[in-house]
């Protein structure tokens, strides 16, 4: 079963920049989520889908960052203009729709925002 | 907004020493779950604990779900090097499926 595919794993913008991150989750997971990862520390949830619909996106910051997933399969999430704040791994996950099962992590995109 | 708050921080112990990591809520999960990360990789799912009390042993790992849903423990017998990671706990929320991640535990154990 392939697992979760982000890309790409590495990018380095100039402030004020704009960037894109793409991730494919695991086919028939209705869940998609995308997490910031500041070094060491643990994930903060920006945005969960299910399907093409948004569930919460109470953290992510709507001025700069915007999120999709058309036909409820691939996953953008887009940041505009990018600040020095932002440099972080962003995560992609996806699980299936009942309580208690795993989430299903991307290897991840290393942002740097210089 | 729910926080989930993982104690201590940092570890770094010798190989073959024991150790415990804590991760605290004022918020009710319907699960909780451990995950490990290393560098340059997503999190891992270690175990889920559902149950109030609930103890799942994972061979040299030990994990417990508080009675009242709010906290879980993990404990490491005779620690090995292999075990070095950041230990992340996560509450999940019951109807969203929210995953709410902790603060996160930075272990290196030394050969």
């Known amino acids: 079963e392939a697992g979760v595919a982000q890309s790409p794993r590495y990018k380095i913008i100039e402030k004020r920049q704009s960037v894109a991150f793409w991730c494919n989750p695991i086919s028939g997971h209705a869940t998609l989520y995308w997490y910031q990862q500041i070094l060491g520390q643990g994930p903060k949830l920006l945005i969960q889908f299910q399907n093409n619909g948004v569930v919460d996106d109470s953290q992510l910051p709507k001025d700069r960052f915007s999120a999709e997933r058309l036909k409820g399969v691939d996953s953008t999430l887009k940041i505009q203009p990018a600040k020095l704040e932002d440099s972080a791994v962003y995560l992609c996950?996806?699980?299936?729709?009942?309580?208690?099962?795993?989430?299903?992590f991307g290897q991840g995109t290393r942002l740097t925002v210089v | 907004t729910q926080l989930l708050e993982q104690s201590p921080q940092f570890l770094s112990i010798q190989e073959g020493e024991n150790l415990t990591v804590y991760c605290n809520s004022s918020s009710v999960f319907s699960s909780l779950q451990w995950y490990r990360q290393e560098p340059g990789e997503g999190p891992v799912l270690l175990v889920t604990v559902v149950t109030g009390g609930e103890v799942k042993k994972l061979k040299r790992l030990t994990f417990q779900f508080g009675d009242a849903r709010k906290d879980s423990s993990l404990h490491i017998t005779a620690a090995q090097p292999g075990d070095t990671g950041l230990y992340l706990c996560a509450g999940v929320t019951s109807g969203t499926y929210k995953y709410i991640f902790g603060t996160g535990t930075r272990l290196k154990v030394l050969a």
């Open positions: 996950a996806s699980s299936l729709v009942t309580s208690g099962t795993e989430a299903f």
